[in-house]
């Protein structure tokens, strides 16, 4: 009916509204019926996101458009950010083991513990490790000696330089990005290098407990009430050496969540994603997939399935690791997937066919998915089938996928309802805190100007529809969010303070 | 059929490979069926292209995701690039008017033809005039005086480095773009600056003549076979100051282009679409409009229709003025509307609405159309209704929407296949020229690693189908692109060196 009066002679107003309507309920939440409450809750944050891109606009400062590693004090100034860090996000459904706590805890506590050691690559990196009897063994290729860092520390004119520079080696943050990291190749180099750095403190039993149980705080804090972690379940090692395998990580993150979620009933805990590299000779990621198939028997509460990570752009597409990957399937059994796939620029490669693959392979989720909306097919297996992607804003500007975020391809996806959830990847490595960072950017950047709290509201429900718990626990989950997002809507409403 | 068998147990190769080919063919052009000759003339070109593509990725030096500035050099040194120079492109339907010609023969003859005058405004832009009797008047406001140029030269010690910083002046081109434009009001000034510096020049009456004749004839040497223009119809002036009317220009553009045609059988010509500057109030429009109305009656055959033009981010929404656009409707006129839409970041403003306006006000194309892909209304419009976008990358690029232009919306559109041609805006201000330059962009970078010689057919098949030409006219163009494909395929097949 619409269509048709587009060939009258005068278009109408009516029309147009109708169709700019149309429009609107297509995109992500646009079909939510908000409560007085809530309308009143929204004015009050359109008016606050009216002002911020008002002003955006006179400066030519808008963080979205911007490398977030400059964006983030104008973010941390923005009155919509202090809204979102209010509000409950649901679940943060792409996270990476150890990418998940501030760095400050790391070097201010970690490495101040006793036997902690350090070592330096070739090549600048550094390397850690707790050992005692020392010196730890074996020790890594090409480092030079280990230093025992509290004898390092004690000879040192300056001990907060040195600190500084330790947190420097334990994100990508700098001052001049692209000056830092002139293509994709280094800056991956540089990311891969960092969770090695990171591995030798974390791995360490005791930490290993700490750090995971701290990561969880801080998601919580950041009003997430559950979370799914893409882990490698690497060997944890204790002080005299000896090493602990899969399951005994397994089991400690089901610990460590469980006593959280205990000690924080509006908390629901965390699953895991066994996460094996993509590099990887497809034996042994064969072995892997096994692996994860009995662990998935033993540990059916926490285990959520596999995934494949790693920079895609290298090679290795899900299709050529096949033989491996459809497994499960062939022995008759459930392992889910949760694919990295369409991580890249590169259109039309066989790495870019990940998208795609994931879907024929029958992933549960679509990390990433950047490449999904140049797939018009596997879009809409994508859409058919309901299979969400992951959307990290921060982690695809600062791995260089995108630039400016209004350019982000979600942005297309968004406004016609496409399946997805927000997510923050990596946030301690890119300088990040749990998920208001990401949301910031969508909310602001990817998703429009006139994008509202229907969109907040839609993908936090999304995150929690699109996680791997059971019905029950989407259950309970959405009810305790519930609570939660009332309580933001009536103090947003209200004007309290937030 | 293809989708059920993802539930089966094995995914199975045929299956993915038909979902791929399924997505292959809705790729602009993968329907298109090559002749044998085709076949081997792709051949060798994906055999260019691969290799080329492999060595971006070895060095991380990819012209698409360079700025145009920077890349330039390399895509002159491509073989890709020197064949896309080589193969007929059909029609160039978004230029404007003094955009289309290489700067250098406004400098070096231009300037240097008698009673030409220079001044200097206050911040630093040009100003040129010719006249006899002198000064040139009136002044133009906070002007410095007016200085003859041939006296200016005879005191100069280094006249060319002044002419060096004559062509400077008219174009964008800098070495380090980022930094010279911080933003996007800042290249949008000085863009519409260089408009109103070669203005003084071109306005000159015998220089009008010349400059579109030059213009037709390198957009012929880059073998393109008719275009389309965009021309403000502001007044040409003689050397005694007497100015001409709008009739004046659009005959003289109509002579200018039949007499070219003349000259070059294979050449088709012009048509012009009169393009009044959208910032102007309404009234000022609805005048234009009325002028159009006329215009059109009087040139049947080479005034196409209207357009609005200037930087949409500044406001000025075509529904802001649809009181002046509905006119033609209301007085039951056929005024085919060219309007830019959508040439903007900021999704969700009122300027936004553009691309939803342009279609609801019957825009013949959209020019532009960056926003389209956030619109899935006004997507699904231009699809059903066949109205196409005018894709003009470097134009993109240089004016800030996208950075990569592996990211340009417009990948997602080719992959559905969705209506376009390719165009240049302005190449001679971007330091490009004709059309071979944006084809590069498109064919290396948005269409990416597998788009072949279908892509680039369809695409100047689009430009010929999409242009305002009367069906006859259209089969002829057709006839003379069709002589000169065959002959660019069969070279291209034979090897013959390009
Ligand atoms: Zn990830
Ligand atoms: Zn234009």
Redesign the pocket.
Known sequence: MVISSLCLALPLDKDRKALIRKEEMLQIGGKLLLTKQEELANEKLMALKNAEIAQAMKTSQFPPSMHFFRAKKLIEESKVFHVLKKMPKGAAL?L?DFGILSVDWLVRNVTYRPHCYLCFTPRGNLQFKFADPAPPTPKPEDCSEWILLKKYRGQLQNVTEFDNSLLKNLTLVVDNPELAYSDQAIIWARFENIFITVAGLVHYAPVFREYFARGLQEFYEDNVQYLEL?ATLFPVYELNGKTHDKEWSLKTYQEVAQKFAKDHPDFIGARIIYSYHRRKNVTYIAESVQAAMKLRVKFPETMAGFDL?GQEDKGHSLWELKEALILPTTQGFDLPYFF?AGETDWQGTSIDENVLDALILNTTRI??GFALSRHPVAKNISLNRDIPIEV?PI?NQVLQLVSDLRNHPAASLMSSGHPMVISS??PSIFGAKGLSYDFYEVFMGIAGVKADLRILKQLTLNSIKYSSLSADKKQTTKEIWQKKWDKFVHDLAEGKKL
């Open positions: 792409h990476h893409r990570v990295h990390g990433h990290c982690s990847d990596d």
